[in-house]
């Protein structure tokens, strides 16, 4: 077979991987020639990673859930829940803003642990049980905050939402450098890593992904992410929480493939009695995995508190919701066992371009609402759709 057709061939088993990229690549051309140029410059670029963080964040938490097969409706209330808390830690009981920050963090694990009992243990059904954290942690935050809104908070507890990372040129280059150094080590480390890990393939024989198709995905990869570290160079340099966000999507996508943990977590949801059968602990994974979302709920609460320098009664209205959209937009399955990482964030991404491009052009939120109704639709019936498609292909 010739390598064109070994890459087509490929490329048609992966229609919704690639399905992503090329939405999120239209997406930005689009909104790039319709807002006359807007959509890449600088400033808008660094607003977007920073406007979409906590989302983001979020994201990297419920596709775990999601693809064990559960779901978490609490994290909204959540993140206003931990933001209310750590006002009053810093503003009233004058706590130090690290030692909130850390408090903060144990808090969301308590709130995991508390969820995660009655899912995993009482065997009470995710939905049910986060439905009433919603409202639950809603109440707690208007009880901690009495209806009323705490601000402002000190100026290193803001850098976590809104600050950047030291500019090495001293403000007075025209690229900040510390950005150029952080872009070309992450390429170079991806490619490293590309590279390895086919290598691995290839030693044991379950490689089948064709070179063409690698080299270019690898080469797009690398020219994104060039792309947007000169980008944010041009205005301010990194952004601290994208730092955070680096982090965590290199650590949970290393999780998710090479760990044991990873594979139980693609095994619950794939089929919980089969996984149970042949030895995964599934109720101590679910418990597991509901304590890491409270942790990174917890984490999105504190970075969008920063970032607005208020705690709001009102804070995370419908964060669940983004949350999930950008998890099956980014390519979960509905039944659980199919996702990552990367797709999530990518699907995150895809939701805020859709919320920043809509917004320069001054649509209405009645129409946002329900084009972003119409995206989620429509990747949901893509994925019945491949699906539906695989499955008379083996008949």
């Not at 639950?136 to 009880?143: A, D, E, H, K, M």
């Not at 209806?147 to 976590?160: G, K, T």
């Not at 650590?251 to 009695?273: D, E, K, P, Q």
């Not at 101590?284 to 995995?289: C, E």
């Amino acid at each position: 077979m010739s390598p064109f057709k070994a890459t087509l061939n490929y490329l048609t088993g992966q229609l919704r991987q690639i399905g992503l990229f090329i939405a999120l690549i239209a997406l930005v051309v689009f909104f790039q020639v319709a807002t006359g140029g807007i959509t890449l410059k600088p400033i808008n670029v660094s607003n977007l990673v920073i406007q979409n963080s906590y989302i983001l964040i979020l994201a990297v938490g419920m596709v775990m859930v999601i693809i064990a097969g559960h779901i978490d409706l609490s994290v909204g209330s959540v993140v206003a829940f931990i933001g209310a808390m750590s006002g009053v830690m810093i503003t009233q009981w004058h706590i130090p803003w690290f030692v909130t920050i850390v408090l903060c963090l144990i808090l969301g694990a308590l709130v995991g642990m508390f969820q995660g009992f009655w899912i995993a243990y009482f065997e009470i059904p995710s939905f049910i049980v986060t439905l009433a954290g919603m409202l639950l942690f809603r109440g707690l935050t208007q009880i901690t905050l009495q209806n009323q809104q705490i601000s402002p908070f000190p100026d290193s507890f803001r850098a976590l939402g809104s600050g950047f990372l030291p500019d090495l040129g001293g403000g007075t280059s025209v690229l900040e450098p510390l950005t150029v150094i952080i872009g070309i080590v992450a390429a170079v480390a991806l490619v490293a890593q590309g590279i390895r890990q086919r290598v691995a393939r290839k030693k044991y024989e379950v490689e089948d992904e064709p070179l063409t198709w690698f080299v270019l995905k690898l080469a797009f990869t690398v020219g994104l992410i060039l792309l947007v570290a000169y980008l944010l160079a041009g205005y301010r340099g990194t952004p601290i929480v994208l730092v955070v966000l680096g982090i965590l999507a290199v650590g949970y996508s290393a999780v998710m493939a090479n760990t044991v943990w990873g594979r139980h977590i693609y095994a619950l949801g794939g089929n919980a009695n089969a996984a149970a059968l042949s030895g995964v602990k599934t109720k101590r994974v679910s418990f597991q995995l509901f304590i890491n979302m409270g942790v990174l709920a917890a984490l999105a609460g504190l970075v969008f508190t920063a970032q607005l320098n208020l705690a709001n009664p009102k804070a995370g209205d419908g964060f669940e919701l983004d949350a999930i959209a950008a998890v099956f937009v980014g390519g979960a399955a509905i039944t659980g066992g199919i996702g990552t990482i990367s797709g999530a964030i990518i699907g995150g991404l895809i939701i805020g371009i859709l919320n920043n491009g809509m917004s320069i052009l001054g649509v209405g939120t009645e129409y946002q609402q329900l084009i972003k109704g119409l995206v989620l639709l429509a990747a949901v019936a893509f994925d019945v759709f491949n699906k539906r498609r695989a499955a008379s292909s083996t008949k």
